[in-house]
């Protein structure tokens, strides 16, 4: 038996002891500190106006209900927590199990006959990964990894956000490391990619096309937008390899686009009155349904935005027959993971069928003190490094 399920369980039979119901799910954690015991539970404020007695007050007939359990070396009731400690012989035994159950140990079948993906990583392929892409790589990597053993057919999957301007300013900036290395000294365009990762692309480019490519033009967009982006996906490929982090699928958006899925988004939030037009965009009527903003669905210029690219991801996802879908992103995109819940939800889309796992970011710490890491402007640390 699990040490959290022979806490509950005892507490169960505590709280009948006293004429009490247990609350149908008690919460057991464990201590940030080890002085507070083993493992912990905060049922007793969940218990309070039934219990018709303070928390504390409770937690001490609990914990002297409890003392004699054999389990417990020692229950304390510390400001309405019950601490427990448990006995060695208590986790001697959870050992004896591991060892009789070997590989089988944890394993459980929560999942079994649901189809899951776990979408992670998804960096935009501008650069290499960097030792920030690593924290969700692992992450990602170790969540797939738990709900494989839990019984769940897991899908681990990458989005390639490949369309838009900011792939545009990654050619150009390619294309600037060519010409530099044909002694022409053109500058990275503004907004542009700094980082040296492109310098040896462009010399190998400069080798491959001699001066045929002078000026920047649309041929010279083309040419270079097929140039860049599949070294892109290399290298990431190369530091994903480094850290043994694999993928399943590997999605790009322009695959999104041409599905015709975003045209078919806009058609049903149409139909459901959810969008209106403003400035020659289009907008999402979120705040009628109690967000803080209405955010651009379509530009002005009829181009989509990177929120309505994604609604129509998600809605590809849920096509694709996962029951449910975990995206491990940062927690600087919490206000977007609302604007998507709340279009697939008018999509009609199950209201579970979406979670997300958020990480805090990784910072450098140099002689003028701490730094966000940029691929935009070269500052970071390769993941494979």
Known sequence: MRLEALVQEAVRGALDRLGLSPPEEIPVD????????????????????????????????????????????????????????????????????????GLAYGKGTEGQGRRLQVEFVSSNPTGPLTIGHGRQAALGDVLANLFSELGFEVTREYYLNDEGRQIELLAQSLWARYRQALSDPQPIPEGGYHGDYLIPIGKELAQKFGNAYPQWNAEAKAVFRAEVVPRMLRLIEEDLEAIGVRFDVWTREGEIIRKGLVNEVLRILREKGAVYEKDGAIWLSSKAHGLSRDPVLIRSDGTPTYLMVDIAYHLDKFRRGFDWVVDVQGVDHVEEQQQVKLALRLLGLPENFLSYCLHQFVTLKGAEGIEKMSTRAGRFLRLKD
């Open 30 to 101: 464990r201590p940030s500190r080890a002085d507070y015991g083993d493992l912990s539970t905060r049922v007793c404020f969940l218990l309070g106006k039934e219990a018709r007695r303070p928390p504390q007050t409770l937690a001490q007939e609990l914990a002297q209900t409890l003392s004699p359990h054999p389990a417990f070396r020692e229950v304390q009731a510390v400001q309405g927590f019950l601490n427990f400690f448990l006995r060695p012989e208590t986790l001697h035994g959870v050992l004896r199990e591991i060892l009789a159950q």
